[in-house]
């Protein structure tokens, strides 16, 4: 259980629900984390408590993944607070859904700039305090790859657009032995698409297994592509939603 230890991670949004999975998972492996959140920060302190429970540093720091400049600035923060930067989860996501024709332009561009643009300069950031073994990490969606069902077709594309980030930036950083990959969620029970919500049925009759994941199962593969076990995956998207996609 202690793979990670010396590491030093940042994962964004990670206030509650999947990014607060990934961070305490990082913990109990060994990594001091900082945490990035945009205004629950009394839940931002809980996670924080929880990881110095585990024996790790915490972290928390207020940054709207919005804000193009809160962003970098959040990076460079985790960093100086944890002496260093090995790991960036990019969990920071919204979702907004209805038809493309009815779609506001600051739905659009809301989603776009916490969905794309925050990761890329978020790992636009963390390059040059990453060092070899160093990861970067984001968090897409089985909606990636497929788009069973209308309403999320923006959203859809944002996340498609790490695929092709996800790629590209694998091939730019594998000379510095730092490693890019993706982790796809389908349906988790979460905040934003809870188990029991209106389109709950639907979704589970999507997947293989029948039932929604829980947020620990994303920071259980965060934590694998963590590790040093995953030395040699980079460039890809790792599914786990369940066989949805299947």
């Not at 909606?143 to 594309?157: C, D, Q």
């Not at 993706?182 to 349906?187: A, E, I, N, Q």
């Amino acid at each position: 259980m202690s793979e990670l230890t010396g590491k030093r991670a940042l994962v964004t949004g990670a206030s509650r629900g999947i990014g607060a999975a990934i961070a305490l998972t990082l913990a109990e492996k060994g990594a001091d984390v900082a945490i990035t959140y945009e205004r629950s920060a009394d839940k931002a302190n809980e996670v924080v408590r929880a990881i110095e429970a585990k024996g790790r540093r915490g972290f928390a720091i207020q940054a709207d993944s919005a804000d193009a400049a809160a962003v970098k600035a959040s990076v460079q923060e985790a960093a100086a607070k944890l002496g260093g930067l090995d790991i960036l989860v990019n969990n920071a996501g919204i979702a907004r859904r209805g038809p493309v024709a009815e779609m506001s332009l600051a739905d659009i561009d809301a989603i776009l700039d916490v969905n794309v643009r925050s990761v890329v300069l978020a790992s636009q950031a963390a390059i040059p305090l990453l060092g070899q073994g160093g990861r970067i990490i984001s968090i897409g969606a089985n909606l990636a790859e497929r788009v069973p069902f209308p309403g999320v077709t923006v959203y859809s594309m944002s996340k498609s657009a790490l695929l092709s980030f996800t790629r590209g930036l694998a091939r730019e950083l594998g000379p510095r032995g730092i490693t890019v990959n993706l982790v796809h969620p389908g349906s988790t029970d979460t905040d934003m698409n809870p188990a029991q919500g209106e389109t709950a049925d639907a979704q589970r009759a999507l997947s293989a297994l029948g039932h929604y994941g829980k947020p620990e199962d994303i920071g259980a593969a965060v934590a694998f592509l963590a590790s040093p076990a995953a030395r040699q995956i980079t460039g890809t998207g790792l599914l786990v939603d369940g066989g949805a996609n299947a």
